[in-house]
Structures are given as C-alpha cells and as structure tokens.
C-alpha cells in the first residue's frame, strides 16, 4: 500500500459447527451507575456534611448529613429498581419458546436461555429472533423474508433478508437432517448495519453480508412464513 500505511486487519471469530463443537460467549453485562447530576449533587452535600464537622460551620452536623442521607438513598433506592426490572425483563425474554433443530430432521420447542451456538432454529412470521441468525431459509422458493427492526434502530419500515442460494432451497424440515457447515464472522459488535463472515458449505466458500443476518429482537412480518437460520454468538 502506498505510503507505507497499514491496513486495518479484521478480528474474526473462532469457527462454528452447526452440527457439532459448539462454542459458547459469554457477553460483557453492562453497569448501570448514578448520573453526572446526581454525582456532582451527592458531592456536593458530602462536602458541606464534612465541613460541617468543623467550627466553621454555622449548623449542626445532623442537618448537613441528613439530606446526603437522602440523596444516597433516593439513588440507590431508584438504581435497584431499575435492576429489578431489567432482571424480571431478562427472565421473561430468555423464557420465550423457539424451535430447534433435534438433529433428526426435526425441530422442537426450547426456551431462548437453552440455545447454543450453531443451533438451528425455526421462527415463523410475528415470533422475534432470539439471537443473531444466519438466514439459511425460507418458505419462499428464493429464500426471502421481510424483517421489522423497530426495536433496534426506530424504524418501522420493512427491511428485505435473502439467503444464499446454496441454502435457499432448504425450505423443509428434513433438509436438515444431515446438513453441515462451518461459519466464520466478525465477533458481536454494535454496528447494526455491517456483518461480514463466510460460509463453508459442501466444499465451496461463500461470503456473507448484512443481507444474511438476522438479529436479535427483530422479527418477521408480512408474509405467513417459517424461517430457518443459525445462531451466529451473544448478543
């Protein structure tokens, strides 16, 4: 490259088997701390409560420290809430039903906390993904499907996912049964709008796009229709 630049090397992921080897990642949790307003109040109040404790002060000690008293616990009495709700919405949602593939030919109901990578899964038209998939399939002869993305991005318009050709066609259970594959893609990130992995299907390579990508609690619409996919990581 010209100049002597570096080009920037993508981090890809380990490989996964959909029919064997599965591997686990476990996602970073996020924190939930106190605002800058509330960090700058409660200092605030933490340094009149110690000045307070000196002769300068012109009241009691009690006066100064009652109200930081409230503040803190006012904080912390709104931050366990809100982790209370997040937690009861993490169990209602990890205890929504899909179906997955047995291995078989067949695809039975589990709940979302059970699955694994390189799972396949089974959704139908108003069920929500329940992690990011790989679109092998659809009831339509070329593999489309239209997808509504309204809780990730705002949007309520339909977005077109197509699959490959090389698995389009495997729009029946029992296609299943014996099918094998190796996906290799750039680990979870953010970007709602960029996916780049391949597909290693009966000898032959085949590049992924966003196109191919489903995720997670986004959902199918329009059409009464069944999809099949595989689960790509955490999310």
Known sequence: MAGGGKRKRLS??????????????????????????????????LV????????????????A??????????????????????????????????????????????GWKNLRVGDIVKVKKDEYFPADLLLLSSTFDDGICYVETMNLDGETNLKLKQALEATAFMHEDSHYRDFKALIKCEDPNTNLYSFVGTLDFEQNLYPLSPQRLLLRDSKAQKYRVYIWGSYLHWT
């Open 65 to 110: 420290i009652f109200p930081l008293i409230v503040v803190v616990g006012a904080t912390m009495v709104k931050e366990g809430i809100e982790d209370w709700k997040r937690t009861q919405q993490d169990i209602e949602m990890n205890n929504r039903k899909t179906r997955v593939h047995q291995g078989d030919g067949t695809f039975k109901s589990t």
């Open 12 to 45: 890809l992921s380990k490989l996964y088997s959909f029919a064997c080897g599965k591997t686990s990642l476990k996602g970073d949790q996020s924190q939930m701390g106190t605002t800058g307003s509330e960090e700058w109040l409660t200092s605030i109040f």
């Open 48 to 63: 009149v409560g110690i000045l307070a404790f000196t002769p300068l002060a012109p009241y009691t000690a009690v006066s």
